[in-house]
């Protein structure tokens, strides 16, 4: 960035002199009163960014504003809250990852209502495939009307989920005929090699060991899949040969990096037969393409971790893109009376969505438009229970979360910037899904095509240059790993507390203060609502800070207080509860 400097015109070293007392230099060098406040709401853990509630007791009638922290989850946003939430994460990660019982006991068995309405559930499927094929639309209509009606009843006599995945409505998809299903080559591809595919158990936890001593030991493990290579690059990031790095396959790589890393676990829990757990999160390299950390319960052969991740692939079975047919200064137009977008030369309407998937469909020698595999480096080791080992990988999967995707690697060199700005600018033209605005480039109109779409002007996240692609969520947890949601730890971590100090002191001022961080108990009795930072009863922002700093200054030392006497009582604190402790502080 720096210019080169003319012989003799270089800058003298600058001789460092105190400012005069009480001149402006010397005040400037002064810390702000207002940073320094913000500095200690981050030291101890309160939201910088408060949501203002006011809260009416149904009872009295009295109201009162309450500072709710804001939740956010990157630091640029509240270091504080984004901090909590790394913490949460971590708790969740620990607790699932060595268990060794099944996080969930299985389901109760369905009642006889339950069963006579999955019954009716079924009949209305059947009298609506009828209607859809004698291409009676007004029945379909009323039959989705029902089967909305018995779905809902469904939900309400407690079965969870939904029974199957809802129809098409009928004027919802004027271009693509309702219930009609596309038929997509499902053969295996010649250059992936077959897996063993095996009947899935429901056991979600790995196998013990037993060593010569007799003593046992589960071990667990931590796993890095990559995406494939885009041609040679320096230890910085940036490629050797710009020009030959392969940006276009870069860009279609991340944008479907989220669907490989799904095929890759139900190809694992296939291949090894049993309900795999895993935890992790997807982060960019330094050349910035994503890779993919996990921790897995239990093991896993490392032959089989390679294997499945060599015949892991996903299609994507789009218009072909080889061809950019319109550029952004010269694009189709779209003409009212057609309601379609037209060439602006010869004013014929585009292919639409869905011919040109028909034409896909009816091509026995087509191929995906892209597909998707992963690199051949695939990192798995074995790590034991309670380690420091365990703790490290555990910060190491968190360590990124409270940043944006752009921001894990800043580019600080000229070359640095430029290869995030030619992966961007191929990012910018990727359509990123059926609906994408910039199938227009490509001579197709989109899924749902409208008056007004902007080709490169998507809004879709993985076309945002500070995403490099990575438009999903970036902490991928599955299903049965903990048995709990994010909100349930956080729950655990304020009853761990709220026991500690009930259990230990009598102090009113502490449960109150427990007490209006769960606001769980007295949920009934009050009313709630947003209040507006202009309300005269809201506070300037300093002071409410200035109090939650106070309040949380005074309910730390009384936690360490109660802490020390709890210890007392027992040296033997269990690991949930050694967890709990450890996120439990600046936990609001
Ligand atoms: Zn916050
Ligand atoms: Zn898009």
């Known amino acids: 960035m720096t210019a080169p400097t003319l012989p003799g015109l270089a800058p003298a070293a600058p001789t460092p002199v105190a400012p005069r007392p009480g001149s402006r230099a010397a005040r400037m060098a002064l810390p702000r009163s207002v940073d320094v406040l913000k500095e200690i709401a981050a030291e101890y853990g309160v939201c910088v960014r408060p949501l203002a509630m006011r809260r009416t007791d149904l009872d009295t009638g009295l109201t009162e504003v309450i500072d709710l922290p804001c939740g956010a989850t990157r630091e640029d946003k509240c270091a504080p809250c984004a901090k909590k939430n790394r913490r949460l994460r971590q708790a969740q990660i620990r607790e699932g990852w060595h268990r060794d019982d099944e996080p969930l006991p299985g389901p109760e068995p369905a009642t006889e209502a339950q069963k006579s309405l999955i019954l009716f559930r079924a009949h209305l499927e059947f009298s609506r495939d009828e209607a859809v094929r004698a291409a009676q639309w007004d029945q379909v209509t009323d039959l989705d009307e029902a089967i909305r ?131 992790g999160c997807v982060e960019p390299q330094r050349r910035l393409a994503p890779h993919a950390h996990f921790a897995i319960r239990g093991t896993i052969p490392r032959d089989v971790l390679r294997t499945v991740a060599a015949a892991t692939y ?195 001022t502490a449960g109150q203060l427990v007490d209006d961080q769960g606001a769980t108990a007295e949920r009934i009795r009050h009313a709630w609502e947003l209040a507006r930072p202009d309300d005269p009863d809201v506070g300037p922002l300093a002071h409410r800070l200035m109090r939650s700093i106070s309040e949380r200054a005074r309910w730390r030392s009384e936690l360490l207080a109660a802490k020390d006497r709890a210890a007392q009582g027992s040296t033997d604190l269990s690991a949930t509860q050694h967890s709990a402790q450890h996120d439990g502080e600046g936990t609001q």
């Not at 098409?168 to 997509?184: F, I, L, T, W």
């Open 149 to 279: 009606e018995v779905e809902e009843a469904i939900a309400a006599e407690g079965l969870r989920g939904r029974v199957g995945p809802p129809h098409a409505s009928v004027d919802e998809d004027q271009d693509d005929e309702p219930g009609r299903r596309r038929k997509r080559s499902t053969r295996r591809r010649q250059d992936a090699p077959e897996l063993p595919r095996r009947k899935v158990e429901r056991r979600t936890v790995g196998k013990t060991y037993t060593a010569l001593d007799g003593s046992t030991f589960r071990p667990s493990m931590w796993l890095t899949l990559t995406l494939d290579s885009y041609g040679p690059v320096r230890p910085d990031g940036t490629p050797l040969n710009p020009d030959r790095y392969d940006y276009r396959r870069a860009a279609w790589d991340a944008v479907h990096f989220p669907r490989l890393l799904d095929r890759f676990w139900q190809n694992l829990r296939r291949c090894e037969g049993w309900n795999v757990q895993y935890a």
């Open 314 to 508: 996903h299609q994507v079975w789009w218009p072909a893109v080889n061809v950019q047919r319109y550029t952004l200064d010269r694009l189709p137009v779209w003409d009212d009376q057609a309601a379609a977008w037209i060439d602006p030369d010869t004013r014929e309407p585009l292919t639409t969505w869905t011919e040109a998937l028909d034409a896909i469909d009816d091509d026995p020698d087509a191929e995906p438009v892209h597909v998707v595999r992963f690199g051949a480096q695939v990192d798995a080791r074995g790590v034991m229970p309670g380690t420091e080992d365990a703790e490290r990988t555990i910060r190491y999967v968190t360590k990124y979360i409270t940043k944006h995707t752009g921001d894990v690697h800043k580019a600080t060199t000229e070359r640095q910037r430029k290869h995030l700005d030619r992966l961007w600018q191929q990012l910018q033209l990727t359509p990123c899904t059926e609906r994408c605005a910039n199938w227009l480039l490509y001579g197709v109109q989109p899924k749902k095509a409208h008056a007004k779409l902007k080709p490169g002007r998507c809004k879709g996240k993985v076309h945002q240059r500070d995403t490099l692609g990575i438009g999903g969520r970036r902490i991928l947890i599955s299903r049965d790993w903990s048995g709990k949601t994010l909100a349930d730890h956080k729950h655990d971590v304020r009853a761990w507390v709220r026991a500690l100090l009930g259990a230990t002191t009598d102090s009113a």
